[in-house]
């Protein structure tokens, strides 16, 4: 079966200082992965999206980047973080469910900025 | 530029009640809509799948609907549990490539 990992569960981080959250997926091959953010009082927003290794398409201009160094891994990474930053990034694949696409989530890493 | 906007915010019910959530989109050009469940500091679960060109589907007590035309989704939710308490999302799927635009989520409490 399928499983994705994100880590860190939480992470607190001084304004300025670099950032990197990893994802991976276990069980599927090429999948379509996510990185969403979801601030406080504010829906999910879809940052990043990737369709295969080195294809990063980015949905909103902003402070982070994302890479995916391997077919099952997904990185978010920042040089400077910003207070604005702070939020619930959610790390997502897509794949076929009983000949349906749909998305699968991970546990998320809630990231505060001070 | 697509827009999902969920109402009510927020839901507060007694146990057993049969329940609503709406789910507005406003551009009708859809490939796919997704009703999620998430709990507090928790990530999502797919509930259910609704590709374009079908009308509804169900999973046990649940039941989510499409209306295309109107840009229209309902969840229904049969006799409602106190396990059933999470925030629900809906989330609208313009492409094949699964990129979804969610709505802000509705807040459902189901009291004993």
């Known amino acids: 079966s399928q499983t994705i990992h994100q880590w860190p569960a939480t992470l607190v981080q001084p304004v300025g200082s670099p950032l990197s959250l990893e994802c991976t997926v276990e069980?599927?091959?090429?999948?379509?992965l996510y990185w969403y953010r979801q601030a406080a009082g504010r829906g999910l927003q879809l940052l990043f999206y990737s369709v295969g290794i080195g294809q990063i398409s980015s949905e909103v201009p902003q402070n982070l980047s994302a890479s995916r160094p391997q077919d099952r891994q997904f990185i978010l990474s920042s040089k400077k973080l910003l207070l604005s930053d702070s939020g619930f990034y959610l790390c997502?694949?897509?794949?076929?469910?009983?000949?349906?696409?749909?998305?699968?989530f991970g546990p998320g890493t809630r990231l505060l900025v001070l | 530029k697509q827009e999902v906007t969920q109402i009510p915010a927020a839901l507060s019910v007694p146990e057993g009640e049969n329940l609503v959530l709406n789910c507005s989109f406003t551009?009708?050009?859809?490939?796919?809509l997704q009703w999620f469940r998430q709990d507090p500091g928790k990530g999502l679960t797919s509930l259910l799948l609704?590709?374009?060109?079908?009308r509804e589907q169900t999973s046990g007590r649940l039941n989510a609907s499409l209306d295309k035309s109107s840009g229209r989704s309902t969840l229904y939710i049969a006799a409602s549990q106190p396990g059933d308490s999470a925030t629900y999302l809906c989330?609208?799927?313009?492409?094949?490539?699964?990129?979804?635009?969610f709505g802000q989520g509705t807040i459902l409490t189901v009291h004993p």
């Open positions: 069980g599927t091959s090429n999948p379509n």
């Open positions: 551009d009708s050009a859809i490939y796919n």
């Open positions: 989330a609208v799927g313009t492409t094949s490539y699964g990129k979804l635009t």
């Open positions: 997502a694949w897509s794949g076929l469910a009983g000949g349906r696409e749909t998305q699968y």
């Open positions: 609704i590709q374009s060109s079908q």
